[in-house]
């Protein structure tokens, strides 16, 4: 049963770091399930975040690490509330289509690019 997280709270705070999260949230381009040990195929979703409360961050950094290696076509992060600031609100792994995050994260630079351009 997925935990009752404020995932809407903290999508649109984490804006500064990741704008695109928040539209994605409101598309229901994000899925949250709870982790059980089995990766779901992402499917229709950018991103799934697997709650893990359980679980600490060396584990999650060694999850991820090993899901990195054997999954070419996605990008695995993860975060836990200890490390504070943008830090998800309980223990996660994150699944990421790596093109839908690549091409982001140029947009962002190309944003911000032309933003010190016109300074």
Request: net charge positive; with cysteine.
């Amino acid at each position: 049963m997925t935990q009752n997280t404020d995932w809407r709270t903290y999508f649109a705070s984490i804006i500064g770091v990741c704008p695109w999260s928040q539209a994605y949230w409101k598309q229901s381009r994000i899925d949250i399930v709870d982790w059980d040990g089995n990766i779901l195929p992402l499917g229709k979703y950018v991103a799934r975040i697997y709650q893990y409360p359980q679980a600490s961050a060396y584990k999650l950094n060694k999850l991820m690490k090993q899901f990195n290696e054997e999954r070419d076509d996605e990008e695995w992060l993860y975060s836990h509330p200890k490390f504070g600031g943008h830090s998800t609100p309980m223990p996660c792994l994150i699944q990421q289509d790596f093109n839908v995050l690549a091409n982001a994260r140029q947009s962002l630079k190309q944003h911000k690019y032309k933003h010190k351009q016109s300074l």
